[in-house]
């Protein structure tokens, strides 16, 4: 099995390292000795754990520990899994000035080195679900910093592990704390991986309502709830999360873009771009491609 170290990753960065990874159908597994903190982007597999095998869909994070066999499996190629990884030493970074200690309350399940105390029992991983897809949103914008590497970069990523930290300890928090949100979270999971697939056709709540086996009225209850937003404004949130991955990533044009996640009208597309923004996509394009 491939032992990774911290020091493979150095040359690119001094302390925070992030990469944006389409994972195989079949790999061996590896461990290293840092963190690694994993958000599944897209697609859908297998997590790969010692011996566990665990189902994932897109929204799924994982709180990888040092020294955890592990590796990611696509269950096809067609639908390959995409996970953001961030991979710190938490050794260097004892003179960033981040307190550890604040997230100490993660250690009644899981011991992180230099993170947590001792006395507490090692687990090998902590999983949690993104329902607001708010890490989702520190990730890109981490990933994206990471890649342009300018001025003040390091200090950005600082910023961005103390709230992937955060919020992903608020996310522990509920799911210790309170068993009805894991359990609307499962009812949710299969409906919301759906959505990723199919955001860019018409989806309609009574499929949804199907997927999830709830009542229409009863979903969009629990939708709201564990997201803090509507399906509908969900749905148009992730397709503008994509018109601007596209933006950053390619040069197609916008009439290309529109149509490929929904949008049979441009101009309503820049519109809704502007309000959201408060810039048009030619004007986000210049500023965010690298």
């Not at 040092?66 to 961030?86: A, Q």
């Not at 522990?172 to 309170?178: A, D, P, R």
Request: hydrophobic residues 35%.
């Amino acid at each position: 099995m491939n032992q990774l170290k911290w020091n493979d990753f150095k040359e690119k960065s001094k302390h925070i390292y992030l990469n944006r990874v389409i994972e195989p159908c079949n790999q061996p597994q590896h461990s290293h000795d840092f963190i690694e903190i994993e958000y599944v982007l897209s697609g859908i597999g297998t997590h790969f754990l010692g011996q566990a095998e665990i189902a994932v869909s897109p929204g799924d994070i994982f709180f990888t520990n040092c020294d955890t066999p592990h590796c990611f499996c696509s269950e096809s190629e067609k639908n390959p899994i995409i996970v953001y990884n961030c991979l710190f030493a938490p050794e260097r970074l004892e003179h960033t000035g981040i307190d550890f200690s604040r997230f100490s309350v993660l250690a009644s399940d899981l011991l992180y080195r230099e993170i947590f105390p001792e006395e507490y029992r090692q687990m090998p991983y902590i999983r949690v679900y993104d329902t607001s897809r708010r890490i989702r949103r520190v990730f890109e914008d981490m990933y994206e910093e990471f890649c342009c590497a300018e001025e003040g970069c390091t200090d950005m990523l600082l910023g961005g592990l103390i709230q992937l930290l955060t919020l992903f300890l608020r996310l522990y928090k509920q799911n210790i704390s309170v068993p009805v949100k894991r359990a609307q979270d499962r009812y949710l999971t299969e409906v919301l991986t759906y959505i990723e697939s199919n955001y860019s056709g018409q989806i309609t709540l009574g499929e949804l309502s199907k997927i999830a086996l709830l009542s229409p009225n009863h979903l969009c209850k629990v939708f709201k709830e564990s997201t803090g937003t509507t399906i509908s404004e969900y749905i148009q949130r992730l397709r503008l999360e994509k018109v601007c991955e596209l933006l950053r990533t390619t040069k197609r044009t916008l009439s290309d873009i529109s149509a490929e996640v929904g949008y049979r009208d441009e101009s309503f597309l820049r519109r809704l771009f502007k309000k959201e923004f408060n810039c048009t996509p030619s004007d986000y394009r210049k500023s965010k491609q690298i």
